[in-house]
């Protein structure tokens, strides 16, 4: 009886309550021109209430709160203004409100953004989620993304693949490795910045995100800003130069409205030798509303982006040849030509209805992908390795040769590196027209593909049953048919390639043509289907001093590879459809906020999430068969937050702690392994790996004054190994005894000793002070000086095993691999501490109805060298190997590593009109 009498109680309370309220008017405009602001957002820290101001610029909003509030107002292009208010319940009219064109827009331009093409070779797992943050006001985040981001410094040590990118309300993370490509809309600033991000495990609208926050691009044209913007740039980074050109029209009465933007990018090379940059982008996009309620948008994007890679390095080589050195390219013909390049082109088609009504949205999207994923390197036969920097070629090799340092050759390996250190292409040709040959290819330059066919609905519905209960649901399907093969680009002066595996001789393609010339698929050839529905439900409650949401999500997941070779090493499971994988995963996630003011106010948010393995890791060699990985299983993720905010009149910011666990995870790596069992290209399958991500975040900025900002940004991290995985190792061929493998072809290694083991996920500690002056003449300039620290290379796995103990002559354990040996061997190594100066700037004018804008960035300014990440090789397969290579101290196979840049510049110009 007491509750039923609570309830009632509670109820009319809330009644009484619900029907107070404030009302708040005003009318937004452009500082300088007067000109109405409209598509303004009106929202409030800590409320659900949001407007958007009409084509006056006005907005009207009524919102049960008294006391103090904090008001957002933001647009786009303009700088984002806060106001402190507080509110009786009497209506305010707060006049004219004025913002400023943001003369750091050009800021986007500046960030790096980091990708797999940009760093890493082919089978090295290193993405960074730096894209993600570019629309965020979090100083944190934004230090993070802009000034951190060169160090390779992930948010709280997370994949991308844990952030959810949306365009228009539909998903874009690629099923292959969970991640979104962002050059499938690279190029296109003016008509991306249009975002709204949320940060970690808070609510989203748009679906039930990832634990690194959610990101939905708003491509529509009613939403951006009407007119022609003309840009032009400068850097010495990726690429050299950039222009880029926007037409909005704005809604006409008709209701029709259209965008159009198209950029180039290009670079003979950038600030790493040999790496070309060709891209080019357009987008098109039409939108018809039938009244303010309803509206219909198709979306183009036609986004290419072909560039040269880079290699990482060896402490040798680095020390020979510098921080620029690629060995990946050559002159031919008097031009640079580089062997690994990426070229991407992946077209892109949507097509949304959006409802906005006062209480209800609703948005239902399609969106069709196509094009293909294409990595160029160079293959050898039965002929010397072309790498200037292979083992055999550096001083090193005779240094540590087993029957004693030969000095001589050591320094005319070193003077030839010096002479010649770049792919010679003339070589390549000559030996492939050598008359031994009689046409057959030694080598050839090819493409592995990825040609992908991707199918995307999507819909998302929110309601407001009044300002303090809202709900959400939302879902998509996606289907992908992702055709997989290698083909032959350029046969280097031969008529044909023998398409034999040169370790088993063996044929790749039993039912195909032996002898495969230019555009032929060779090597591999296969399909990877797969599926996934994913459903989500959300219901959030406020109150003037609590809020809360519960968030949950249901997902099926399923693959299958179709093998269209037959390859002779795998006849019974290489060709054909493999066996069906299929997941169902349920996430929860919900949070708690506490107003202890309008000013300041305690969130705590939690989550328990199910997921599927990526396609990368649910099949071990999809290349070859249809072996999927023992006993896969799903991931499983627990996190938690806690976080206090601060809005101040002269003090904003936040500081958050955080705790999350990665368990039963699945990682496949592929490398030459040289053991007592053999010498072969090997998969490592490693399960049951485990991941621990704790740490506190801070980002506080102090407004000096009305000209001066002051910013203190830092993480503390420590991101490790939680577990003890299990190891496997798979042989392509048979290039170890058959007694010691079972007949898949695979060897048990055991558990492998990474538990507490630092992982390489960029610095762990970072630091930043930043000093902002912007002058009431319409110009700014700002610096940051940035410590990065606790960063470590990454581990090989198959060196912490049992196996790798055991003398391969005897079976027995090494006798001088004693614990205290094994453990100095095995040391992991930390990297270099990291100090970087930034500067930024930049100037606007207002010259009648033009707006142009210059902005100049330089990073780096002291010009420091730092290693921002690097891996173990694997190659020495067993202790006493590792520790002969390692006697001299330059080991032949020592770690790799990728440098920074030196000191980088970016420029750019624009007008809009």
Not at 229 to 241: F, K, Q
Not at 473 to 478: A, H, I, L, S, T
Not at 494 to 505: K, L, R, W, Y
Not at 561 to 566: P, S
Request: with cysteine; proline share 3%; aromatic share 14%.
């Amino acid at each position: 009886m007491r509750t039923v009498l609570f309830l009632a109680m509670f109820c009319c309370a809330s009644f009484q309550y619900g029907q107070q309220g404030t009302t708040i008017l005003g009318r937004v405009q452009e500082r300088g021109t007067n000109a109405p602001i409209s598509q303004a957002t009106i929202t409030f820290e800590g409320l659900s209430n949001q407007v958007s101001t009409d084509e006056n610029g006005q907005f009207e909003v009524k919102i049960q709160h008294s006391g103090d509030i904090i008001m957002i107002v933001s647009a786009p292009d303009f700088t984002l203004k806060r106001f402190s208010l507080y509110l009786t319940y009497e209506s305010t009219d707060l006049g004219n409100i004025f913002l400023e064109r943001d003369i750091e827009r050009e800021k986007t331009d500046n960030l790096i953004t980091l990708t797999d093409g940009d760093l890493l070779d082919d089978d090295e797992t290193v993405s960074g989620a730096m894209g993600l943050l570019q629309s965020t006001k979090d100083i944190f985040l934004n230090r993070a993304a802009f000034d951190f981001g060169q160090a390779f410094f992930k948010v709280r040590g997370y994949d991308s693949k844990n952030g959810t990118v949306l365009i228009n309300g539909i998903p874009m993370n690629k099923f292959f490795d969970g991640r979104p490509q962002w050059n499938n809309w690279g190029g296109l600033n003016d008509v991306v910045r249009n975002q709204e991000y949320s940060y970690g495990l808070t609510a989203n609208s748009f679906a039930f995100g990832g634990i690194l926050g959610t990101t939905n691009i708003d491509a529509s044209p009613s939403g951006m800003r009407p007119g022609v913007r003309l840009s032009t740039s400068a850097s010495n980074r990726t690429y050299r130069g950039r222009v880029m050109a926007t037409y909005n029209s704005g809604v006409r009465k008709s209701g029709l409205a259209y965008t159009f933007s198209a950029s180039r990018r290009w670079a003979e090379e950038g600030y790493v030798e040999g790496t070309l940059y060709d891209a080019y982008s357009f987008f098109g996009a039409v939108e018809y509303q039938f009244n303010p309620k309803n509206s219909l948008v198709f979306t183009s994007i036609l986004a290419r982006n072909r560039r040269g890679r880079s290699a990482a390095l060896t402490q040798e080589a680095f020390s020979l040849m510098g921080n620029q050195y690629n060995p990946y390219w050559g002159i031919q013909d008097g031009r640079i030509r580089n062997s690994r390049e990426r070229d991407i082109f992946e077209p892109l088609f949507l097509l949304n209805y959006k409802l906005k009504l006062e209480k209800l949205n609703w948005n239902l999207g399609a969106a069709y992908q196509f094009g293909s994923n294409a990595r160029s390197r160079l293959g050898y036969f039965n002929a010397p390795n072309p790498d200037p920097t292979y083992y055999r070629y550096l001083p090193s090799y005779y240094i540590n040769s087993s029957i004693g340092a030969d000095f001589i050759n050591a320094n005319l390996a070193r003077e030839a590196l010096l002479d010649n250190p770049q792919m010679d292409w003339s070589q390549l040709y000559a030996g492939n027209t050598n008359s031994e040959n009689v046409g057959k290819a030694s080598y050839l330059l090819y493409n592995d593909v990825a040609a992908d066919k991707l199918l995307t609905l999507s819909s998302n519905f929110g309601y407001d049953f009044n300002e303090h209960f809202r709900v959400n649901f939302g879902g998509n399907y996606k289907k992908v048919n992702s055709e997989n093969y290698a083909e032959i680009e350029d046969l280097l002066g031969a008529s044909f390639h023998e398409d034999i595996d040169a370790f088993s001789n063996t044929l790749n393609d039993v039912d195909g043509s032996l002898e495969k010339t230019e555009g032929d698929i060779f090597n591999y050839h296969y399909n990877l289907d797969a599926s996934q529905f994913e459903a989500f439900g959300q219901v959030s409650l406020s109150t003037r001093k609590w809020s809360g949401f519960a968030s949950a999500s249901m997902t099926n997941f399923s693959t299958q590879r179709n093998g269209l070779f037959a390859n002779e090493r795998f006849l019974d499971t290489s060709f054909g459809p493999s066996e069906k994988v299929s997941f169902s995963a349920i996430g929860l996630k919900g949070g708690l906020t506490y107003f202890l003011t309008g000013r300041h106010w305690f969130t705590v948010n939690a989550a328990k999430i199910e997921r599927a393995p990526t396609l990368q890791n649910t099949f071990i060699n999809p290349r070859e068969n249809n072996a999927v990985v023992p006993d896969v299983q799903k991931e499983i993720i627990t996190t938690v937050d806690v976080n206090y905010f601060v809005r101040l009149p002269d003090i904003t910011g936040r500081i958050s702690a955080f705790y999350t666990r990665f368990q039963d995870m699945t990682d496949i790596n592929f490398f030459f392994v040289d053991s007592g069992l053999g010498s072969d290209f090997v998969q490592e399958v490693i399960t049951g790996l485990d991941q621990l991500h704790k740490g506190i975040e801070f980002g506080l900025e102090y407004e000096a004054s009305s000209n001066v900002k002051i910013s203190a940004v830092g993480n503390f991290g420590h991101y490790v190994y939680a577990s003890d995985p299990y190891v496997q190792i798979n042989f392509d061929t048979a290039g170890v005894e058959e007694e010691l493998i079972d007949p898949e072809g695979t060897i048990d290694l055991g558990f492998a000793n990474l538990k507490e083991l630092k992982l390489a996920q960029g610095p762990q500690t970072a630091l930043a002070i930043g000093v902002e002056y912007r002058s009431p003449k319409y110009w700014w300039v700002g610096g940051t000086a940035n410590y990065l620290t606790n960063n470590y290379v990454n581990t090989s796995t198959i060196t912490r095993t049992p196996s790798f103990l055991l003398d391969p002559e005897t079976g027995e354990r090494f006798p001088d691999a004693t614990d205290e040996a094994v453990a100095k061997l095995l040391q992991q190594e930390p990297l270099d501490d990291i100090y970087l100066l930034n500067l930024i700037g930049g100037k606007s004018w207002l010259w009648g109805k033009k707006y142009i804008s210059a902005f100049v960035s330089i990073n780096n300014l002291f010009d420091s060298v730092f290693r921002t990440g690097g891996y173990e090789q694997s190659r020495n397969g067993n202790f006493g190997q590792l520790q002969q290579d390692n006697l001299s101290g330059t080991p032949s196979f020592a770690p790799k590593y990728w440098y920074s840049y030196g000191r980088t510049y970016f420029l750019n110009l624009a007008i809009s009109f």
